[in-house]
C-alpha cells in the first residue's frame, strides 16, 4: 500500500467541485454483502469523482455494550478498515480514519444532541428495532444517529452513500443541520443520502423477509453472505437458502427468497433482475443457488487476498490510518471551529 500523500492533499484543499462524500460502516461483526452492494461497491466505483471521507464507526460500536470485547473490537475496527482497502478503496484518492481518532465527533455530537427534539429519536426505526426485546437500553442506542449527523456535518458532507436501512438517518441528519441553521445561522451543509440503484437492500437468506444485518449473521449461521466466509461456509450458506415448495423458477410466482437470488445475481453480475430472471425461467432452484455461489467466489476471492495481506502488515495499516485520522481532524477541526463560535462556546 502507498503513502496515502493525496488524501492528506485532498484534506488541505479549500473547497472542490467534486461532491463533498461522507459514509462510514459499524465494526459490530463480520461485513456481509449486503455491506458490500448497499455502501462499499458504491464509495469505490465512484472515487473519482469525488472527495470523499470514509471513517470506520467504533463509538457506534459501543451502543451495545454487552456485545463489547474491547480486544475484540480493536482488532475488529482495523479489520474493517483493512476490508475497506481490500474491496478497492485507494487511501490516495480517500481519507480513510477510525472515528475514534477524532474527538471532534463526539464534541459536535453533544451540541448537536441539545438542539435534537428528543421525539425524532424515538421515531428512528434502528431504535425501535434495536431496542424491541431488551430489559435495559443505554442512551447511546437512542442517541448515535446525533453521532451519524456529527459524523456527517463535520465534514460539509453533500452526499452520503448508503444502503436503504440508513436513508431515515441521514434524513434526520438533514432535520438537524436544517433546525441548527434555523436557531443559530447558516453553520451547515445539508447532506443528502445516495442510494445503489441496485443491492440498496439486501434480504437475510434464511429469513427474506428481514434485511441481511451483522448482528443477525453473528447469532444464525445461514443468514448473510460473509465478505470473508470459507468458501465452503459461502457454498452451505447459499446452497440452503430459503425458496419456496416449488421446483422451477416462474417470476410471477417467485417467493421473496427467490426474488432476493435473483437481485443479488444481478447485482454482482451489473445486470437488471429481470435480465436475469428471464435466464432462469423453467430451471430448477438449484441451477440458480449454484450461479450466485459462483458469482459470489467470483467477487469476494480477491477480496479475501487483498485483505488477508493487509491484516499482515499492522504497522502499515495502523500508519495509514493515523494520516487518515491527521487529515480528516484538520478538517474536522476548522467546522468545529464554526459551530462553537455560532453557538457561543469556546471562544
Ligand atoms: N442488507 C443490506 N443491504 C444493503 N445495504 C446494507 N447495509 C447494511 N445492511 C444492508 C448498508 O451497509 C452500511 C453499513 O452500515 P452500519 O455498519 O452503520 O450498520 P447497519 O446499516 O445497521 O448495517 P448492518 O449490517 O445491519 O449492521 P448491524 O446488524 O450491526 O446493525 C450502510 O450503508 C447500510 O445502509
Not at 461497491?41 to 472515487?47: I, T
Not at 470514509?54 to 480493536?74: I, K, N, W, Y
Request: charged content about 25%; aromatic content about 6%.
Amino acid at each position: 500500500m502507498t503513502e496515502p500523500s493525496t488524501a492528506a492533499a485532498n484534506a488541505a484543499a479549500p473547497t472542490s467541485t467534486r461532491p463533498r462524500v461522507l459514509s462510514g460502516m459499524q465494526p459490530t461483526d463480520a461485513l456481509h454483502l449486503g455491506n458490500y452492494l448497499g455502501a462499499l461497491r458504491q464509495w469505490v466505483a465512484r472515487q473519482d469523482q469525488q472527495d470523499a471521507l470514509f471513517c470506520v464507526v467504533d463509538l457506534h460500536a459501543l451502543t451495545v455494550p454487552e456485545a463489547v470485547d474491547p480486544a475484540d473490537l480493536r482488532h475488529r475496527s482495523r479489520a474493517v478498515a483493512a476490508l475497506y482497502f481490500a474491496c478497492g478503496l485507494d487511501p490516495e484518492r480517500n481519507v480513510v480514519f477510525l472515528q475514534s481518532h477524532v474527538p471532534e465527533h463526539a464534541e459536535c455530537s453533544w451540541i448537536l444532541m441539545c438542539t435534537t427534539p428528543l421525539g425524532w429519536l424515538y421515531r428512528m426505526t434502528q431504535f425501535k428495532a434495536k431496542a424491541e426485546g431488551r430489559d435495559s437500553v443505554g442512551a447511546g442506542l437512542l442517541t448515535y444517529p446525533v453521532l451519524q449527523a456529527a459524523d456527517i456535518l463535520l465534514y460539509d458532507a453533500d452526499e452520503v452513500p448508503v444502503g436503504e436501512d440508513q436513508v431515515q438517518h441521514v434524513e434526520l441528519t438533514r432535520d438537524i443541520a436544517i433546525r441548527f441553521n434555523r436557531l443559530f445561522g447558516d453553520t451547515f451543509v445539508l447532506p443528502k443520502a445516495v442510494i445503489p440503484t441496485s443491492g440498496a437492500r439486501v434480504m437475510g437468506l434464511d429469513d427474506p423477509t428481514v434485511k441481511m444485518s451483522k448482528s443477525l449473521a453473528a447469532e444464525r449461521p445461514g443468514h448473510a453472505i460473509g465478505l470473508l466466509d470459507d468458501p465452503k461456509v459461502l457454498k452451505k450458506t447459499i446452497m440452503s437458502a430459503v425458496t419456496d415448495s416449488g421446483r422451477e423458477f416462474r417470476p410471477e410466482h417467485a417467493s421473496p427468497g427467490v426474488r432476493n437470488l435473483i437481485a443479488i445475481l444481478a447485482s454482482l453480475q451489473g445486470e437488471e433482475d429481470t435480465v436475469v430472471a428471464e435466464r432462469f425461467v423453467g430451471r430448477g432452484y438449484g441451477d440458480l443457488k449454484k450461479s450466485v455461489l459462483e458469482a459470489v467466489l467470483e467477487a469476494v476471492t480477491p477480496i479475501r487476498e487483498r485483505f488477508e495481506a493487509l491484516m499482515g502488515d499492522p504497522a502499515e495499516l495502523d500508519r495509514i490510518l493515523a494520516q487518515g485520522a491527521d487529515a480528516a481532524r484538520s478538517r474536522a477541526t476548522s467546522t468545529l471551529a464554526r459551530v462553537k463560535a455560532a453557538v457561543g462556546v469556546g471562544t
